[in-house]
């Protein structure tokens, strides 16, 4: 792999610096000067339509900007990473999430490391869907012979939130009469709390998990079956013998892994198993079997229709010219607020209650991707990276954090996504109510890059020190995303855009976005302090003395 390129080095860098120094924003201005503004920046993305005209940037910006993405080799990366080279360098890896979504008839086929990916990416998806077909039409059953009503998802990361986001969002789509249910904490509180109204005859769960090793998910795939068979006995379904319970996880347990053998040691059999790759990151294989619970949940058909939208960003991506690349842009916007205007969070503020785990999401998509403070070839990075993503949907989010967006002391680029066709057309008196939360969606973002002027607060009749108090700054810039509704495709797109984002700003700061050292360390010391926690002397005394009187707290509070 190529040396990763300082982008701190570079022309545009210092284009980019000397344009800093003499930044004064003023988007009222920019409007009011300059009528092609808001169709020279807004772009369609497959049914996206991406309005970047409330961002804090001039054309010549957005020039250097996208010199930067030439000068950091952006595309290239992108070809390399499509084309299957190991741009996951401390792991050796490939990184193919997008072969996961492509159509299956394409010539010629990929073939990376000596594998046929397409053909092996459609075995599975076939698989799947076959699968899931069985399990919505009742022909798959419970031990007792009853049809599955409750499919559980026990995974964590990116085995958890991918499945959890895209089945609250998707939720209209579900039509079979199975509802997805997803546990990921190892608190037990989680597993409890969600098999507590479950039925045991009529539950099937998927334990989900790349590597198949993982304290959380094998934790609570134990418990699961613990309760399963417990549950079942209690009904007379099943005795305390191996025969009748092995015959009981046959029937209520399948798997999705890259480690198949280890799915065959807990006990689940291979042929209720679904693979994939060691060259799909976890935070990027919700379009992967992965996606299981969705597919069985939603139907195949939905499944791969938000494949396709995945797929519809990937060839915008690949065919696009930078300076008209959607996800480029926005990946270079948000460089833009980071390295030069000391932005250090993104707000993601959805208009569609549904997609009230998107931010959830993304954090992990965004923050294990891009949180490094080393380069791929290992030298330190040149500049700060991965900001804090956050949000929650509006119009909660108006209640509760957007004083600080329009009037804090903190720049927060915020991405606003809305959809113009509601999944429930309710009205509240004749009045269209889906109307009035887009009117707020407009009226928010409208009021970040315009804001009030003291002068025309005062015009209201406001005096005295309320006037500074009602006076908004404007200039706080957002991304308006439009869709014309949540549909699985749509959803697919939008998902893509942020993989694409985070992808751009990895490559510009040299980062490996497709590996996660940054989670290892505090597993391990888990693994150290457990039996701490158990009473075992040498273990309590090999802790630092914080963690030692934490230890004894606990000890003494425990039940
Ligand atoms: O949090 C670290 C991590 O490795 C994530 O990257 C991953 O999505 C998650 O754990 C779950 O891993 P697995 O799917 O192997 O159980």
């Known amino acids: ?3 990763p390129i300082d982008p701190t080095s570079t022309t545009a860098w210092s284009e980019l610096s000397a344009a800093r120094d003499a930044f004064a924003p003023d988007l009222r201005a920019w409007f009011a000067d300059d009528p092609g503004r808001v169709t020279r920046m807004t772009h369609t993305l497959g049914d996206l ?15 250097s900007l996208v010199k930067l993405a030439e000068e950091t080799g952006v595309a290239e990366r992108y070809a390399a990473m499509l084309g299957g080279a190991h741009i996951n360098t401390s792991e050796d890896r490939a990184v193919l999430h997008t072969a996961l979504r492509r159509p299956e008839d394409v010539d010629p086929a990929l073939v990376v490391d000596g594998q046929n990916i397409d053909s092996d990416v459609h075995e599975v998806l076939d698989r799947l869907g076959t ?10 059953r419970g031990v007792t012979g009853k049809k599955v009503t409750h499919v559980v998802n026990i995974g964590i990361g990116g085995s958890d939130l991918g499945p959890v986001m895209v089945y609250e969002a998707l939720k209209p789509y579900a039509d079979a009469g199975i509802d997805a249910v997803f546990v990921s904490n190892i608190d037990p509180t989680d597993l409890a709390q969600k098999t507590a109204a479950l039925d045991p005859e009529t539950t099937l769960f998927i334990v989900a998990s790349k590597t198949f090793t993982t304290l959380e998910t094998l934790t609570n795939a134990r418990l699961a079956r613990d309760w399963l068979w417990a549950k079942l006995a209690e009904v007379g379904a099943i005795g305390a013998d191996d025969a009748s319970r092995t015959d009981a996880v046959a029937h209520h347990f399948v798997a999705v892994s890259t480690a198949l053998d280890k799915v065959a040691e807990f006990g689940i059999d291979p042929t209720n198993a679904f693979g994939f790759w060691d060259w799909v990151g976890g935070r990027y294989s919700v379009d992967s ?28 991506v690949r065919t696009t010219p930078l300076e008209r690349n959607v996800p480029v842009l926005m990946g270079l916007l948000n460089v833009w607020y980071t390295n030069f205007l000391g932005a250090q969070s993104h707000a993601v503020l959805p208009y569609a209650q549904q997609l009230h785990r998107f931010a959830a999401y993304l954090q992990q998509l965004t923050m294990e991707s891009n949180g490094k403070s080393v380069r791929w070839d290992g030298s330190p990075v040149t500049t700060d990276t991965g900001e804090v993503f956050w949000g929650e949907p509006g119009t909660n989010g108006q209640h509760a954090f957007y004083q600080l967006i329009h009037q804090g002391t903190r720049l927060i680029p915020a991405d606003f996504i809305a959809f113009a066709r509601p999944a429930y057309p309710l009205e509240d008196g004749g009045r269209d109510v889906h109307g009035l939360f887009l009117a707020n969606f407009l009226a928010q973002t ?3 890059a315009f804001g009030k002027t003291a002068a025309e607060v005062e015009a209201e009749g406001t005096t005295g020190a309320l006037i500074a108090a009602r006076t908004f700054s404007g200039n706080r810039p957002t991304t308006s995303i439009f869709g014309p509704a949540l549909t699985p495709s749509v959803l697919g797109q939008l998902i893509a855009l942020y993989e694409h984002i985070t992808f751009t700003q990895g490559t510009i700061w040299g980062i490996n ?19 701490a926690i158990e009473g075992d002397a040498d273990a309590l005394a090999a802790q630092d003395a914080s963690t030692q009187a934490l230890l004894e707290y606990y000890r003494a509070q425990r039940p």
């Open 1 to 3: 792999m190529t040396e």
């Open 289 to 316: 079997a992965i996606g299981l619970s969705l597919a069985i949940a939603l139907g195949p058909d939905a499944f791969r229709e938000l494949l396709a939208g995945f797929h519809m960003v990937d060839e915008h």
């Open 513 to 531: 976005s497709f590996d996660q050292w940054g989670v290892e360390l505090g597993k391990q010391l888990a693994l150290q302090i457990a039996p």
């Open 131 to 140: 699968f899931a077909d069985r399990v919505r039409s009742g022909e798959w």
């Open 446 to 448: 409208k009021a970040l």
């Open 49 to 63: 339509h991406v309005d970047l005209s409330k961002n804090l940037v001039t054309d010549e910006v957005l020039a």
